[in-house]
């Protein structure tokens, strides 16, 4: 079983070289937080940008206004701001720069033709859709899945990492709610094993 920190610790699932990979645990193990940490960090150190991605935009608009907020206090001396889409970070008064794009699954259709030579990660984050007030499961977009590889695809278009294989990588975050989810359907995963792995596909069900 993984160790548990203050936050996931991601060198697990990194380790598996996977493209897609999905950690679906409870709220207390910091999925988020630990993959905003790992992401700022690389983007300061190398520029690369992140696109962080929720479902709507009813979900996309409170994630963006505070996104940084619990990260100012591990990188003193740095500025964070959000400008629009683009979350952005400058050190002693430099220049702004951008290591983060924000989207909704939902209008990600919009960035097809758009070119994304920087981003080297996709972040959906609260992949798992809540249940509603009244216990019926959460609602998912049609074709949920279709619509990420898609993404996908506009986001990577034909770069390859030195191995030769796509260089963009996606890390689908949440809670599992139900086991009928889109993901878990699509892949053929249960609740059976912690991990789990299909094709280019790996899986991580943490019990904290």
């Not at 690389?42 to 996104?67: D, V, Y």
């Not at 909704?104 to 080297?120: C, I, N, R, W």
Request: hydrophobic share 35%.
């Amino acid at each position: 079983m993984t160790d548990i920190h203050e936050w996931y610790d991601y060198r697990a699932i990194r380790s598996r070289n996977a493209l897609w990979n999905i950690v679906g645990g409870p709220r207390s193990i910091g999925k988020t937080f630990g993959k905003k940490l790992e992401r700022v960090r690389k983007g300061i150190r190398t520029g690369t940008q992140t696109l962080w991605l929720r479902r709507n935009l009813t979900e996309l608009r409170p994630a963006k206004s505070g996104f940084f907020d619990a990260l100012t206090s591990e990188y003193p001396g740095f500025d964070f701001r959000v400008q629009g889409d683009e979350g952005q970070v400058r050190m002693d008064g430099e220049t702004w720069v951008t290591i983060v794009r924000f989207a909704a699954l939902s209008t990600a259709y919009q960035l097809k033709g758009t070119e994304f030579p920087l981003v080297d990660e996709i972040i959906y984050d609260e992949c798992f859709a809540e249940p509603r007030e009244n216990g019926e499961p959460g609602t998912y977009l049609p074709d949920e899945v279709g619509k990420l590889r898609n993404l996908w695809v506009t986001i990577n278009r034909n770069r390859a990492d030195r191995g030769g294989r796509a260089k963009t990588k996606i890390y689908l975050l949440g809670t599992v709610t139900a086991l009928d989810n889109p993901w878990f359907l699509e892949f053929g995963f249960t609740a059976d094993r912690e991990w789990q792995k299909a094709g280019d596909v790996v899986l991580h069900l943490v019990d904290a």
